[in-house]
């Protein structure tokens, strides 16, 4: 599976952007999709998780805010993200989890200014 994130970009704080990541291969709706977010300095930590059954999980910090979504048909999964804060600021990767693997893709820059 190869993964393409896209999206990213330079947003005020209270702004939205959607990311979306693209992905190949045939059992794309077989796979566990996941946004992860890495900020300068931090360890990597999951943002949004959407499984093989549409189930929706969200970290507390973007809960409210945040929505993934997928679309199997386009093999794409996206994150919708409001009312940003500069502490959402931060790589954003997006990985798909099937099989006994994982998958990521490149990531893309979300920088939310003050």
């Known amino acids: 599976v190869q993964l393409q994130a896209s999206g990213g970009g330079l947003v005020q704080a209270g702004g939205s952007l959607r990311l979306s990541c693209a992905a190949s291969?045939?059992?794309?709706?077989?796979?566990?999709l996941n946004w992860y977010r890495q900020a300068p300095g931090k360890e990597r930590e999951p943002v949004a998780t959407?499984?093989?059954?549409?189930?929706?999980n969200y970290a507390a910090s973007v809960r409210g805010r945040f929505t993934v979504s997928r679309d199997n048909a386009a093999n794409t999964v996206h994150l919708q993200m409001n009312s940003l804060k500069p502490e959402d600021t931060a790589v954003y990767y997006c990985?798909?989890?099937?099989?006994?693997?994982?998958?990521w893709g490149q990531g893309t820059l979300v920088t939310v200014s003050s």
């Open positions: 291969g045939r059992t794309f709706r077989e796979y566990s």
């Open positions: 959407v499984t093989s059954f549409g189930v929706t």
């Open positions: 990985a798909a989890r099937g099989g006994g693997a994982v998958y």
